[in-house]
């Protein structure tokens, strides 16, 4: 067991899976997990191509190309650079390429605001990407590691984004209980891409797509993330067994068995959680948590079932679609359609506001959507 | 030369197209041991359209402004596997010039192993002829329209040299398909070198410049001929060869082949814009000791 701050986590987790391209550009909360990398670059830990490229579109569009080109790759970045980058997420993954890049959640401007909040990671929601979010330095690690099995496995290969809660998680620092090398080679085997710019067998990649195709091209991305959902499961499975650290892959639950009202929430948020859900309960609530942990592939039937026999269910997003309410709500709204029970969206924790415990109970007591922490004498 | 091109014939490239002639000649320059990184445009969706591609070389594409850097990522994997092959980063003008040139200039800065070739057709044509950065002044563009309140496009054409060699690159040269061996020659020279390298390849288009498909060749050696697009090589950031033409033609033989510049050739205004043009062919001249363009017979002492 170490102590260690969650961007060194990340990062040792990275080191671990040996990614032989790295492409950055500063931005934080993001900063300390690219840092470390370059440190282990020049210390001789880890033999990679560090590019201190000139913004976050040519950081994509170098793992993009150097995944084409057949090596592990490894990006990182927050917020605006999340959002600079954008175009190439998409296309990373509609071209199919295991990129695997760490988001450490930062709210998007305007106004400029360099905390946490999840709206960055909520935004490329839609971009093909597998999506994880850690609630602990610990799962961090862990997460990062398995990303990049998940990400090449020949009936995935799509790119994975490992979410993580700026400063909240990547600035602080937790006990870890770091994966060995031994643990690493169980759990990820060498990169084996399934095609690659070679001049010996030359191909083309990133071809267009006139309206006879484009669906089709669509399509196979959509099934390689139903595909994903047994190979995360997998990955997740073989954690325990090889490092004896056990993950509900699609959730965590708290509580839940018995809840007549269950909170969502993703994040370390949900870690705070249990301590509102306990002190709820001594008040006579029977509250319950279920924090999702994979949000894309998202596993609606399995949420479903978890939430079966809950009368009330709130959704406390750290994001919102402006106009329309939580993204995270309309979700499980999609998930519960039929069932009975009741689905609150409930926002908070933008911008870096703390979500406190208070914060979190109020939520559970909510009865209708509302921006719970605003203070509405300043709007 | 290959007796197989590297750019299969088959492609949707117009007829006549500078373009397509120029990359070709490139590509076959560089041999088929070259990786290829395309910017979105002409050249990009002329040869591959899926499930076809014209491409006999590794190639990738992915967005309009990044090409150089994917070349880099490309490049960094290629070392790291130990495969020893020139990696060409390729745009049009528009991601060379305009969306194009911040991956540009950090892939220069850095120093990386990539040759650039910038195909210079002089504005957005896959799109409809708009104008860009690299668009000439005076060139009539869909957005730039000629008409009683306009002469065209008011603002000069981007000194991309200037600006690549600002960042003293390994190697840069210019070339056109009118002088083929001489943009051959540069391209082998240039894959056979390391470090940031940028070759500035001037083709004409037939469709957003206006003139018939079979003068293409003949429009590109009248750009060089009236000193508007010299050609030439510079290494570490300074010249070491500039091609010189005994007898420069004057620029409105190369403007008027071109309807873009048609509205020059109508009224007082428009002959104050030739010369004004002139002058910059001029200056290009001097700057690069190139003959000036004579319009009386040349007195004896005046020349150069």
Redesign the interface.
């Known amino acids: 067991m170490k102590v260690m701050e969650g961007s060194g986590a990340i990062a040792e987790a990275v080191i671990l899976a040996r990614p ?2 790295i ?1 950055a550009y500063p931005i934080t909360p993001q900063t300390h997990i690219v840092e470390d990398l370059a440190r282990a670059v020049v210390d001789g830990r880890l033999a ?2 560090f ?5 976050e ?3 994509a ?11 592990r ?1 490894f990006t990182a970045t927050s917020s605006q650079g999340l959002l600079y980058m954008s ?2 997420v998409f ?1 990373i993954a509609g ?1 199919r390429l295991p990129v695997v890049m760490a988001v450490a959640n930062r709210a998007l401007s305007g106004p400029l605001s360099i905390w946490n909040d999840h709206q960055d990671a909520m935004t490329m929601r839609d971009s093909g990407w597998i999506q994880i979010y850690a609630q602990t330095a610990q799962e961090a690690h862990d997460l990062q590691l398995l990303a990049y099995r998940v990400a090449e496995d020949p009936s995935v290969s799509l790119p994975v984004m490992v979410c993580v809660d700026g400063f909240v998680l990547t600035h602080a620092f937790e006990p870890v209980e770091p994966i060995t090398d031994e643990q690493a080679d169980l759990l990820l085997p060498p990169f084996a891409p399934l095609a690659v ?3 010996a ?10 309206p006879s ?1 484009y669906t089709e ?1 669509r399509l196979a991305v959509d099934r390689a993330m139903s595909a994903a959902e047994p190979v995360y499961a997998q990955a997740l499975h073989d954690l325990g067994i090889v490092a004896g650290r056990r993950y509900d892959p699609w959730f965590d639950r708290y509580r839940l068995d018995d809840a007549e009202v269950a909170l969502i929430v993703m994040g370390t948020a949900a870690q705070t959680a249990r301590i509102a859900i306990d002190r709820a309960r001594e008040q006579g609530l029977r509250a319950g948590l279920l924090a999702p942990r994979l949000f894309r592939p998202f596993p609606s039937s399995e949420i479903r079932e978890a939430l079966a026999g809950v009368g009330r269910v709130v959704v406390m997003d750290r994001a919102v679609s402006l106009g329309a309410g939580g993204i995270v709500a309309s979700e499980i709204r999609s998930a519960l359609y039929g069932s009975p029970a009741r689905v609150v969206g409930v926002i908070a924790g933008l911008g870096g506001r703390d979500v406190s415990i208070d914060t979190l109970e109020r939520a559970l007591r909510a009865d209708t959507d509302a921006w719970i922490d605003a203070q509405e004498a300043t709007t | 030369m290959n007796e197989l091109h590297l750019i299969a014939p088959g492609h949707r490239a117009c007829s006549g197209c500078g373009l397509l002639i120029g990359a070709r000649l490139a590509i076959d320059a560089a041999g088929p041991n070259t990786v290829i990184a395309n910017a979105t445009g002409c050249l990009e969706v002329t040869t591959t359209a899926f499930p076809q591609s014209a491409w006999r070389v590794p190639w990738i594409h992915s967005v309009f402004g990044n090409a150089a850097a994917v070349a880099t990522g490309v490049s960094a994997a290629l070392r790291a596997r130990g495969i020893d092959a020139p990696v060409i980063a390729q745009a049009g003008d528009g991601g060379t010039a305009d969306i194009g040139l911040q991956a540009l200039s950090g892939m220069l800065e850095r120093g990386d192993d990539v040759l650039f070739i910038s195909y210079d057709n002089e504005g957005y044509m896959n799109t409809g002829v708009q104008r860009s950065g690299s668009t000439p002044y005076d060139a009539a563009t869909t957005t730039t329209p000629a008409g009683p309140f306009s002469s065209g496009n008011r603002h000069p054409k981007k000194d991309l040299i200037g600006i690549v060699l600002a960042h003293r690159p390994a190697y840069v040269a210019t070339a056109t398909p009118a002088y083929h061996k001489d943009l051959q020659r540069k391209v082998q020279r240039a894959v056979q070198m390391k470090g940031p390298r940028y070759l500035h390849v001037l083709v004409p288009c037939p469709v957003g410049w206006g003139f018939d498909p079979s003068q293409t060749i003949e429009v590109a050696r009248l750009a060089v001929r009236s000193n508007l697009f010299p050609l030439g090589e510079w290494r570490d950031g300074e010249p070491v060869k500039i091609k010189k033409f005994a007898a420069p033609v004057s620029v409105d033989e190369y403007l008027r082949v071109q309807s873009r510049f048609a509205h020059l050739f109508a009224g007082e205004h428009g002959a104050k814009e030739r010369a004004l043009i002139q002058s910059t062919a001029d200056a290009a001249a001097r700057r690069y000791g190139l003959s000036i363009y004579q319009s009386v017979p040349v007195v004896a002492g005046q020349e150069g």
């Open positions: 032989q391209v492409a990679a191509e590019l201190t490229v000139e913004s579109h040519s950081a569009s170098a793992v993009l190309g150097a995944s084409a080109a057949g090596v790759t175009e190439v296309d071209m710019l070679d001049p067998d030359p191909k083309t990649f990133g071809a267009y797509a006139e195709i091209a």
